[in-house]
């Protein structure tokens, strides 16, 4: 598999990650993601990574990245479903990723995106600081 | 050429009563052990120390006829060990017998004094050899038990428990160090996966001590739990702790701390717009259990 699919769901575009990630990989779906967010003007991005097994520093700060530049073009992106391997290995390696939004599962994600996008202007929806 | 062992063996049964006589005016705990089997031991000890028939190597312990009786003496030190004897209970099993041969040597020798020294020099040394033995397998049959009981409660320590649909709580006890931390980190993150949990509170409650090393390694934790998108809260953090966190310029700025675990616990619903209310106060608390 090169290339990995970016469903669109209304206003946001979904990723699900199935295969091990290398760095070729990811940067191709760094692209087509920041081309694709642009092209259906998408408010919010959901990568799940629940599959992804094993990580490494590039990989991570792909991640970082791809977050980064979608939040650029304007659109809310949640990393959902890291395996606590992942997260062991990520904290391990100095990257907590501070730019990034995560949730527990798709569902929680989804919640998330939809309070944060299409209510323009609130706050965090899901930790409660508003309300 | 030494006699000794010649000389116990032909006076065995005397030297076997004695010994036990000896053995039992210095043991004190006697509800540990009875005296059939501290019998049955040192018969068996003796045996395996008569059937020696090499004289000259009684000097050093050196040689395959000795090894019967070092695992014999290590078997029965470990199973003092784990019986609860002290190391000086245990060491008197041997010691005990010293008495004896000292008086076994001056019946025999007691009018040639070069001889007297020789033999006396020789079962001193005996002896001393073989409680130094006990002494060391005491300490390594104490040291196994101390392992075992490491891992039970490395395994035990570290329970999570569920506060509430989607809340989880990790109430930490002891000293923390790495190979703990690890256990910990792991547990909690696969128990926020198992349980779908958002939010995760971390109790130090009963943490003795808290140096950078501990705080990294929460922190770690702490963080892990974040990206996998799940909110940790630490609580249980006592004055002694919060000075020294401050002191040693430990930065818990990103952390939301709580005093106690119950106010961790408050915010936690709070943040999942749950609410605990009181009842209505008009109804006795006792009503409901005189239905059932």
Partial sequence: MDRIPILRMGPFLLVTIQVDMHDKLALTLQDDLTSRISDVGARGVLIDISSLEIVDSFIGRTLANIASMSRVLDAETVVVGMQPAVAITLVELGMSLPGIRTALNVELGMEYLRQNTIVEGSGDGWDGSED | MSQLLEAIRSNRDAVLNEWLKNMREGISRRDLIDDAEVSEQATRMLDAIIAVTDESRIANLAGSEWQPIKEMLAD????????????????????????????????????????????????????????????????????????????????????????????????????????????????????????????????????????????????????????????????????????????????????????????????????????????????PAAAPAQER
């Fill in chain 2, 76 to 283: 029965l030190s470990v199973s003092r060990a784990v019986q609860g004897f002290t190391p000086s209970e245990t060491a008197l099993f041997v010691l005990s017998l010293k008495p004896v041969l000292f008086q076994l040597i001056r019946e025999r020798w007691g009018n040639k004094a070069g001889e007297l020294f020789a033999e006396i020099t020789i079962a001193d040394n005996f002896i001393d050899r073989l409680a130094l033995h006990t002494t060391d397998s005491y300490i390594a049959g104490r040291d196994q038990v101390i392992g075992r009981q490491q891992e039970e409660m490395l395994e035990l320590s570290t329970p999570v428990v569920t506060l509430w649909d989607g809340i989880v709580a990790l109430p930490l006890i002891g000293t923390l160090d790495s190979a703990r931390t690890q256990v910990v980190m792991e547990s909690l993150l696969q128990a926020i996966v198992r349980t779908n949990s958002r939010f995760a509170i971390i109790d130090i409650t009963g943490v003795p001590t808290v140096d950078t090393l501990v705080a990294q390694h929460l922190l770690k934790t702490i963080t892990a739990a974040k990206l996998m998108g799940a909110e940790c809260i630490l609580s249980g953090i006592r004055p002694q702790i919060a000075q020294t966190i401050v002191h040693l310029g430990i930065n818990l700025e990103e952390v939301v701390t709580k005093a106690k675990l119950a106010d961790a616990f408050r915010l936690a619903l709070e943040r999942s717009n749950r609410r605990v209310t009181r009842t209505n106060s008009a109804t």
